[in-house]
């Protein structure tokens, strides 16, 4: 807000009446200044260029010729403030605008950024000429940020994978967004595991991300990998691409095991991102997709294979079997546990098939497989077969090996476990602990058998099945019984939602006022567009700010209409909104003022009224996701 909406209204009246002397005036100055002037290649450095006027009016702006430089970001047009002092015998009244520029150098070496001009009163004016030195891209300058650490960033969106890698797509730092498959390799060998990421890569904000196209993973056998969420959606990262910091978002895991050997292609995964507006319109839409992916997948060394190998057992893995008892009762049942542990695909690891040594039955196994988490290539697969005894000894069950063939050393190995030892009785014990009363228990050469004697229970003989007609009896049975029972608790019922219903009705809740709120919003903004369309500028400019002040109120109050731009700040740095968000707003509103009063015919027109039109809608949207 302009410095002179915070004055009283007699200073206001006062400096109305005061003749226009400006004696203390300064003349024009315009000049450029950089945050720095020592960088290394891809930095990121600020470029400003600020014009300061008194009463005279500025024009025709032409940023500098930014020769040997990438534009990383340009203004839409400048910050301006206006500052008002009055005293000394006159009243001074000084604008101010600003241009900040967001530039990274290309190659080393010495620099110099051009003038900018613009023009005051007729008279063109020129910045001064700002010069660099560009070092070599070995290290940052003394003294100099280094730009991963003010990013933030220098790590891979994922582990193991370097910032720098070459699967990034051409030109991507000249990019606003764009997707990624990541492999952590592309020579295997068939069944050898492949972990696999989709990431979404951004350098602007976006409020919509929907998927067009999967990718398809056709010859291999695929895993899906949950990727954890966090709060307020998919995890995030950042990444430094030549210079410019891009927000890294993780879409997709896989992890991927090739079924025939060859060149396998994973085709390129396809989504929409696009910003919406305050009616949740989705407006500047993008189309994304991935390159495609091939893999070389070379077939399983012949030499060493055992006989019947199967391709599945591809990884590392170590086994180990178990039994949950080792001294067991003849018609008692007794557990086997193979478990195969390691790096693979243990979903369709094959393992060792169980064989009932003599004198046992066995039945179906189970299998139970547990992936981890991060990769899906790591966990744990286990096999459980319940073995019954029939006949009394001391048995041996396995031993057992598995086969599998190692990719980091290019070898079969096998490992065995077991015989493990198992000793069956020959007595089977009764559930109750004890043979019951009348029960006789005999070993007849190697088997026993037992008689379970069952006790007759005696109960009480009833004269009648029912129970007798009397006065009782007849309203238990009668439609008035059920209706006495239903009517306290339906009147219950009744009375808690009469109140829950005269509390909503009383109460302005949040969702009523983001409805009259949104209601108000929608006038406001249809207004200012047919001002607009009917060439009406001022009366567009009143609805701008009127709407502005409206959703603003909602977040501090009715005194909203009092503040002045400085208070405005702080009252909404109180409430948590971002630097970024309040600097878009207070520029909204300082357009809409100086669109009003400034006799510039370029800030009324169509094109200018649709472009603040665009920005106070893109404002109230952020408001709204953050009240």
Known sequence: MPAWRSLPAWALVSALCLPARVAHAEPPRFTAEVDRSELVPGDPFVYEVTLSLGNEQADNYRPPDFKGLRVLSAPRGPNRSTQMQIG???????TSYAWRYQLAAEKAGSLQIGPAHVQVGGHDLRSNVVS???VGSGAAPAGTPNPQAAAGTGAAPSAGHATRDTGLPAGASSKEAFVRLVPDKTKVYVGEGIAAAWYLYLSAPQDKMESVSEPRTDGFWSEDVVVPKRAGGLPTGQELIDGRVFQVITLMKKALFPLRAGTLTITPLELEVAR????????RAQRLKSAATAFEVLPLPVEGQPPGFDANNVGAFKLAATLDRDKVAAGEAVTLKLTAQGRGNLRNLRLPTVVAPPGFKAYEPHDDVALSAEDGLSGTKTREVLLLPERPGNVSVGPFSLSFFDPGDKRYHKETVGPLAVAVTGIVPVASGAAPAGATAALGGDKATVE??????????RAHASLRQDTGTTL???PLFFWLLLVPPLGFVLTGLVGRVRE???????????KRLRRIVQQHLGAAEKHRDAGNAARFFVEIERVLREV???????????????????????KGLDEALRKSIL??????????FAPDESARSQAAMTDVLERAGDVIARLEKVS
Not at 504 to 514: K, M, N, Q
């Open 88 to 94: 000394a015998g006159g009243t001074f009244v000084q």
């Open 504 to 514: 909503r009705l009383a109460a302005d809740t949040d969702s009523v006022r983001r």
């Open 452 to 461: 379970n004697v069952i006790g007759v229970e005696i109960r009480p003989i």
């Open 276 to 283: 919406v507006d305050f009616f949740g319109q989705a407006v």
């Open 132 to 134: 660099l030195v560009v």
């Open 476 to 478: 238990l049975r009668s």
């Open 552 to 574: 603003l109120a909602n977040h501090l109050g009715p005194q909203v209409a009092g503040l002045t731009r400085d208070e405005l700040d702080t009252s909404l740095g109180a």
């Open 587 to 596: 520029t909204v509103l300082d357009t809409c003022d100086h669109a009003r």
